[in-house]
C-alpha cells in the first residue's frame, strides 16, 4: 500500500524496450490510462455518452448545472471521507453535521454579522470533527460506533435546535453568491477542494502520514509519525468539509432544513469514494478518484430522473448501474495491472 | 512461448504454446508495453456487454411506466372530445415518494394519464423528505422540458425558486397535498389537495362540539412540518374563537408509529383527567385510537378524532373507540392534477388550474363500514380496477 502511494508521486514511464519510440499523443495516453483513476473517469465518461445519446437534454445548458449542483456537496464530503478511509477510520456523523453547521450559521446570523457566522459555525463544526477524533483516538472507540452515537446526537440537535421548522437561509449577498447562491459556485468549490486535498495528499506531508498511518499504524507511529494527531485531524478535516458543503447546500436551496444531510448524503460519499479507487479497509485511496465516482454516481441518479424513471424502479435500476459500473471498473483496473511490466 | 505472431499471423486467434502473445508483436499499435491474452478479450468483451445492457435493462424497467422521456415526443390518438395530443410529460415531485400513503396518488395520476391518452407521469423526488432531492429532481424536470410539474411544498422558501423557474420556462406547476404556507406564498398555479387549516378548523369546531369544556390535547407528529402544522393551527384558532372553555396543549409524538404510541401513552398517565384527545397526522391519530382503546377511555367519556385512515384507526372507529377520522382522498391528489395541467396544456394556458380541496371528509362509525369492507385503488391497498357498491 505504501508502495502503491510511492507510485502514484513517481513519474509514470512509458519505456518502450525495443527501441521504437511512441509519438507524445500516445505516450500521454499510456500515462493516463495506467493511472488509477482511469478506470473510473472512463466509466463516467462512457456514461456521459450513453445518456446524452437517449436523451440529447441531458448535456443541455440547465442540465449541467442540474448536475453540477446535484453532485458538488457530495464531492466535497468524499473528499474529507478518503482522508479518514485512507487511515482506516470512518465518519459516519458527516451527514448530519452537513444540517447542523447551517442551523449554527442561523442561530450565529442572530447575533453576529454573517460572515463572522460562517466562520464561527465552521468552528464549531471542526470541534464536532474534535470529539470524534478524541473518542476515537484516545477513548478507543472503533470510529464506526464513535461517529454513529454523534450521527444521533446531531441528528437530534437539528431538530431540537430549529423546533423541527425549517428556518430562512441568510439574506442574499455577495458573500452567500460565493457560497452557493451562484449557480456554479458549488461546483467551483467542488473542484478547488478536489485540487488541494489532492496536493495535499499526494504532494504534503500530512498526505503521506496519512497514508502511512493507514497502512501500517504500528510501522508508523515507531517511524515517528504522530499518529494521534493525524487521525485526529482528518476528523476535523472531514467534518469541517462537511459543514462547508452544507452550507452551501443551504444557501443553494434557500432554507435552513433540519432533516437535510443524514445518513444518505454520508453513504453516496463512501461509496463515490469506494467507487473511485478507495479501500475501504485502509491504506490506500485517491481524491481525484472520488471526484470521478461522484462524477459516475450523480450522472446516473440525474441521467435516470431525466430519462423519467419513476421512484419505484429508480432504486432498481441505480443499483444494478452501479454493480456493472463497479464491475467494469474493477475488470478495467485489473487490466491495467496486468499491463505493467 | 507462442510461435504464432499474434494478430500479424494470418488471423490466428489462438496462440500455441500458452496464451501470451509478445509484447514486441503489438509495437505497431502503440501498445508496446501491454499484454493481451485470450482471457483477457474475452473478459473485456463480457464486461463491455454488461454495460451495453443498461439502457435495455431500464428500457425494460419503464415499458410498465409506460417510459416516460424528457420532452414531448409522438402524439397520442384523440381521447374523448379531445383533439391529438403530443406525449405529453408530467412530472410529480413528492417528499416521501415510497410511502404507502401515496400509494393511491400513484394509481390516482395512473388511471387519469390513461384517461387522458398520455404517458405516465413520472413519480420522483425523495424518499426521506429531503428538500434538496426534491429542489434537484425539480430542477432536472425543468431542464428535460417537462409539459408540467405538480410537486409537494414541504417547504415554502426552497420551492419558491424552483417554482418560479419552471413557470418563467413556461412549464406549468401546480402544488399537491401541501402547500407551503398556503396561497401566495409560491407562484404554483393552482392547489389540489387538503386544505389543512380549513380542516383543522373544522375539527376545532368539533372538538368544541364534542367536549364542550375542560382539558383537551393535540397530538402533532413533527411541529412545523408544513403538511400538518397549519391543522393544529386551525384547530387552535377554532377552539379560541368559539371562547369556550376548554384548555388545550399542542404536544408533539415524533415521526415514528412506535415512539408515538409511547409518547401518547405517556402523555395519558400523566394527565388522566383529559376529556379530549385529538391528532392531526396518521400516525398519531392511530396512537390515539389505540390508546383509548387500550384505558376504555370512550366509555368513560372521552372524545377523540384525527386524521387519514391507517387501517388501525378505520377499526378503532368501528369498535366505537374514536369518533371520528378526516379523509383527504390521495387518490385524487394525484387524479386532479394531471386533469388540470393536461387542460392547461391544451387551452394554451387559458383554463385548466383550479383551487380544488380534497377532502374534509369525517368518517365515523356511520360511514366507516365501505372503508374496512372493501379493499380499492382508491383507498391504496388493492391494485383491481373494479366498480365497488356503497356498504349498506
Given at each position: 500500500m505504501a508502495k502503491q502511494a510511492t507510485e502514484e508521486i513517481s513519474k509514470v514511464d512509458p519505456v518502450n524496450t525495443d527501441g521504437r519510440g511512441l509519438n507524445g499523443v500516445a505516450r500521454l495516453a499510456t500515462a493516463l490510462l495506467r493511472r488509477r483513476e482511469a478506470s473510473i473517469a472512463l466509466v463516467a465518461i462512457l456514461l456521459l455518452f450513453y445518456f446524452q445519446s437517449v436523451n440529447d437534454a441531458f448535456l443541455s445548458q440547465g442540465n449541467i448545472r442540474g448536475l453540477a449542483q446535484s453532485g458538488y456537496a457530495t464531492a466535497i464530503i468524499a473528499c474529507g471521507l478518503v482522508m479518514l478511509l485512507i487511515c482506516g477510520e470512518i465518519d459516519l456523523s458527516v451527514g448530519s453535521v452537513m444540517g447542523f453547521t447551517p442551523i449554527i450559521v442561523y442561530l450565529a446570523d442572530q447575533e453576529f454579522v454573517f460572515p463572522v457566522a460562517v466562520i464561527v459555525a465552521l468552528i464549531v463544526t471542526s470541534l464536532v470533527g474534535l470529539l470524534n477524533g478524541v473518542i476515537t483516538v484516545y477513548l478507543r472507540v472503533p470510529s464506526f460506533v464513535t461517529t454513529l452515537g454523534t450521527l444521533f446526537l446531531l441528528t437530534g440537535l437539528n431538530v431540537s435546535l430549529t423546533d423541527g421548522f425549517p428556518k430562512p437561509a441568510p439574506e442574499e449577498s455577495t458573500l452567500t453568491r460565493i457560497l452557493g447562491g451562484g449557480p456554479y459556485s458549488g461546483i467551483i468549490w467542488a473542484l478547488i477542494v478536489v485540487l488541494l486535498m489532492h496536493l495535499l495528499l499526494t504532494r504534503m506531508r500530512w498526505g503521506l502520514h496519512t497514508f502511512a498511518v493507514g497502512g501500517n499504524l504500528v510501522g508508523a507511529s515507531e517511524a515517528g509519525v504522530r499518529v494521534n494527531r493525524v487521525k485526529i485531524g482528518n476528523f476535523m478535516l472531514c467534518s469541517v468539509l462537511g459543514g462547508l458543503a452544507g452550507i452551501m447546500e443551504a444557501i443553494r436551496i434557500n432554507s435552513v432544513d433540519p432533516?437535510?444531510?443524514?445518513p444518505n448524503v454520508m453513504f453516496l460519499a463512501v461509496s463515490a469514494a469506494v467507487i473511485g479507487?478507495?479501500?475501504?479497509?485502509?491504506g490506500s485511496g485517491t481524491i481525484i478518484g472520488a471526484f470521478f465516482g461522484t462524477a459516475v454516481l450523480t450522472i446516473l441518479r440525474n441521467g435516470f430522473t431525466l430519462q423519467g424513471v419513476s421512484a419505484n424502479t429508480f432504486n432498481i435500476i441505480l443499483g444494478i448501474s452501479i454493480l456493472v459500473a463497479m464491475t467494469l471498473n474493477v475488470y478495467v483496473g485489473r487490466l491495467r495491472r496486468t499491463g505493467r511490466t | 512461448m507462442g510461435t504464432v505472431r499474434g494478430w500479424a499471423?494470418?488471423?490466428?486467434?489462438w496462440v500455441e504454446g500458452g496464451p501470451e502473445v509478445g509484447k514486441e508483436d503489438f509495437a505497431p499499435l502503440g501498445f508496446s508495453s501491454s499484454r493481451f491474452s485470450r482471457r483477457d478479450l474475452l473478459r473485456r468483451a463480457a464486461v463491455g456487454g454488461a454495460v451495453a445492457s443498461i439502457p435495455f435493462l431500464a428500457a425494460a424497467c419503464d415499458e410498465d411506466e409506460g417510459g416516460g422521456g424528457g420532452g414531448s415526443g409522438d402524439s397520442s390518438a384523440s381521447v374523448g372530445n379531445f383533439p391529438e395530443t403530443p406525449d405529453y410529460n408530467f412530472v410529480f415531485v413528492n417528499h416521501v415518494t415510497t410511502n404507502p400513503f401515496f400509494v393511491p396518488t400513484i394509481y390516482g395520476l395512473q388511471d387519469a394519464s390513461a384517461l387522458l391518452g398520455i404517458p405516465e407521469p413520472q413519480w420522483t423526488g425523495s424518499e426521506t423528505s429531503d428538500v434538496q432531492e426534491m429542489v434537484d429532481a425539480m430542477n432536472t424536470a425543468v431542464s428535460g422540458d417537462a409539459d408540467g410539474i405538480a410537486v409537494a411544498v414541504v417547504d415554502t422558501e426552497a420551492f419558491g425558486g424552483p417554482i418560479q423557474d419552471a413557470l418563467d420556462a413556461g412549464i406549468p406547476v401546480v402544488s399537491y397535498n401541501a402547500d407551503g404556507?398556503?396561497?401566495?406564498?409560491?407562484?404554483?398555479l393552482a392547489y389540489v389537495g387538503q386544505d389543512l387549516y380549513g380542516s383543522g378548523f373544522e375539527m376545532g369546531k368539533r372538538i368544541v362540539e364534542d367536549v364542550g369544556e375542560g382539558p383537551v390535547v393535540l397530538f402533532i407528529a413533527t411541529p412545523g412540518q408544513l403538511n400538518i402544522q397549519p391543522r393544529i393551527d386551525g384547530a387552535a384558532d377554532a377552539i379560541k374563537e368559539s371562547g369556550a372553555p376548554i384548555e388545550f396543549e399542542e404536544i408533539p409524538t415524533g415521526a415514528e408509529l412506535p415512539e408515538e404510541l409511547s409518547a401518547i401513552e405517556a402523555y395519558y398517565n400523566g394527565h388522566k383527567d383529559v376529556k379530549g384527545m385529538y391528532a392531526v397526522d396518521a400516525g398519531s391519530t392511530q396512537g390515539v385510537a389505540q390508546i383509548m382503546e387500550k384505558f376504555d377511555l370512550a366509555a368513560a367519556g372521552v372524545k377523540a378524532g384525527g386524521y387519514d385512515l391507517l387501517p388501525e384507526t378505520l377499526q378503532l372507529i368501528s369498535d366505537g373507540h374514536m369518533d371520528f377520522t378526516i379523509d383527504q382522498q390521495p387518490y385524487l391528489q394525484g387524479f386532479y392534477p394531471v386533469f388540470q395541467l393536461f387542460v392547461y396544456k391544451i387551452s394554451g394556458g387559458l383554463s385548466g388550474v383550479a383551487e380544488t380541496n380534497t377532502g374534509l371528509l369525517f368518517v365515523t362509525a356511520d360511514n366507516v363500514a365501505g372503508y374496512l369492507e372493501t379493499e380499492s385503488r382508491f383507498e391504496g391497498d388493492a391494485e383491481e380496477q373494479k366498480i365497488l357498491e356503497p356498504a349498506t
Amino acid at each position: 500500500m505504501a508502495k502503491q502511494a510511492t507510485e502514484e508521486i513517481s513519474k509514470v514511464d512509458p519505456v518502450n524496450t525495443d527501441g521504437r519510440g511512441l509519438n507524445g499523443v500516445a505516450r500521454l495516453a499510456t500515462a493516463l490510462l495506467r493511472r488509477r483513476e482511469a478506470s473510473i473517469a472512463l466509466v463516467a465518461i462512457l456514461l456521459l455518452f450513453y445518456f446524452q445519446s437517449v436523451n440529447d437534454a441531458f448535456l443541455s445548458q440547465g442540465n449541467i448545472r442540474g448536475l453540477a449542483q446535484s453532485g458538488y456537496a457530495t464531492a466535497i464530503i468524499a473528499c474529507g471521507l478518503v482522508m479518514l478511509l485512507i487511515c482506516g477510520e470512518i465518519d459516519l456523523s458527516v451527514g448530519s453535521v452537513m444540517g447542523f453547521t447551517p442551523i449554527i450559521v442561523y442561530l450565529a446570523d442572530q447575533e453576529f454579522v454573517f460572515p463572522v457566522a460562517v466562520i464561527v459555525a465552521l468552528i464549531v463544526t471542526s470541534l464536532v470533527g474534535l470529539l470524534n477524533g478524541v473518542i476515537t483516538v484516545y477513548l478507543r472507540v472503533p470510529s464506526f460506533v464513535t461517529t454513529l452515537g454523534t450521527l444521533f446526537l446531531l441528528t437530534g440537535l437539528n431538530v431540537s435546535l430549529t423546533d423541527g421548522f425549517p428556518k430562512p437561509a441568510p439574506e442574499e449577498s455577495t458573500l452567500t453568491r460565493i457560497l452557493g447562491g451562484g449557480p456554479y459556485s458549488g461546483i467551483i468549490w467542488a473542484l478547488i477542494v478536489v485540487l488541494l486535498m489532492h496536493l495535499l495528499l499526494t504532494r504534503m506531508r500530512w498526505g503521506l502520514h496519512t497514508f502511512a498511518v493507514g497502512g501500517n499504524l504500528v510501522g508508523a507511529s515507531e517511524a515517528g509519525v504522530r499518529v494521534n494527531r493525524v487521525k485526529i485531524g482528518n476528523f476535523m478535516l472531514c467534518s469541517v468539509l462537511g459543514g462547508l458543503a452544507g452550507i452551501m447546500e443551504a444557501i443553494r436551496i434557500n432554507s435552513v432544513d433540519p432533516l437535510a444531510g443524514g445518513p444518505n448524503v454520508m453513504f453516496l460519499a463512501v461509496s463515490a469514494a469506494v467507487i473511485g479507487g478507495t479501500a475501504l479497509a485502509g491504506g490506500s485511496g485517491t481524491i481525484i478518484g472520488a471526484f470521478f465516482g461522484t462524477a459516475v454516481l450523480t450522472i446516473l441518479r440525474n441521467g435516470f430522473t431525466l430519462q423519467g424513471v419513476s421512484a419505484n424502479t429508480f432504486n432498481i435500476i441505480l443499483g444494478i448501474s452501479i454493480l456493472v459500473a463497479m464491475t467494469l471498473n474493477v475488470y478495467v483496473g485489473r487490466l491495467r495491472r496486468t499491463g505493467r511490466t | 512461448m507462442g510461435t504464432v505472431r499474434g494478430w500479424a499471423s494470418g488471423g490466428a486467434l489462438w496462440v500455441e504454446g500458452g496464451p501470451e502473445v509478445g509484447k514486441e508483436d503489438f509495437a505497431p499499435l502503440g501498445f508496446s508495453s501491454s499484454r493481451f491474452s485470450r482471457r483477457d478479450l474475452l473478459r473485456r468483451a463480457a464486461v463491455g456487454g454488461a454495460v451495453a445492457s443498461i439502457p435495455f435493462l431500464a428500457a425494460a424497467c419503464d415499458e410498465d411506466e409506460g417510459g416516460g422521456g424528457g420532452g414531448s415526443g409522438d402524439s397520442s390518438a384523440s381521447v374523448g372530445n379531445f383533439p391529438e395530443t403530443p406525449d405529453y410529460n408530467f412530472v410529480f415531485v413528492n417528499h416521501v415518494t415510497t410511502n404507502p400513503f401515496f400509494v393511491p396518488t400513484i394509481y390516482g395520476l395512473q388511471d387519469a394519464s390513461a384517461l387522458l391518452g398520455i404517458p405516465e407521469p413520472q413519480w420522483t423526488g425523495s424518499e426521506t423528505s429531503d428538500v434538496q432531492e426534491m429542489v434537484d429532481a425539480m430542477n432536472t424536470a425543468v431542464s428535460g422540458d417537462a409539459d408540467g410539474i405538480a410537486v409537494a411544498v414541504v417547504d415554502t422558501e426552497a420551492f419558491g425558486g424552483p417554482i418560479q423557474d419552471a413557470l418563467d420556462a413556461g412549464i406549468p406547476v401546480v402544488s399537491y397535498n401541501a402547500d407551503g404556507t398556503g396561497l401566495g406564498s409560491t407562484a404554483r398555479l393552482a392547489y389540489v389537495g387538503q386544505d389543512l387549516y380549513g380542516s383543522g378548523f373544522e375539527m376545532g369546531k368539533r372538538i368544541v362540539e364534542d367536549v364542550g369544556e375542560g382539558p383537551v390535547v393535540l397530538f402533532i407528529a413533527t411541529p412545523g412540518q408544513l403538511n400538518i402544522q397549519p391543522r393544529i393551527d386551525g384547530a387552535a384558532d377554532a377552539i379560541k374563537e368559539s371562547g369556550a372553555p376548554i384548555e388545550f396543549e399542542e404536544i408533539p409524538t415524533g415521526a415514528e408509529l412506535p415512539e408515538e404510541l409511547s409518547a401518547i401513552e405517556a402523555y395519558y398517565n400523566g394527565h388522566k383527567d383529559v376529556k379530549g384527545m385529538y391528532a392531526v397526522d396518521a400516525g398519531s391519530t392511530q396512537g390515539v385510537a389505540q390508546i383509548m382503546e387500550k384505558f376504555d377511555l370512550a366509555a368513560a367519556g372521552v372524545k377523540a378524532g384525527g386524521y387519514d385512515l391507517l387501517p388501525e384507526t378505520l377499526q378503532l372507529i368501528s369498535d366505537g373507540h374514536m369518533d371520528f377520522t378526516i379523509d383527504q382522498q390521495p387518490y385524487l391528489q394525484g387524479f386532479y392534477p394531471v386533469f388540470q395541467l393536461f387542460v392547461y396544456k391544451i387551452s394554451g394556458g387559458l383554463s385548466g388550474v383550479a383551487e380544488t380541496n380534497t377532502g374534509l371528509l369525517f368518517v365515523t362509525a356511520d360511514n366507516v363500514a365501505g372503508y374496512l369492507e372493501t379493499e380499492s385503488r382508491f383507498e391504496g391497498d388493492a391494485e383491481e380496477q373494479k366498480i365497488l357498491e356503497p356498504a349498506t
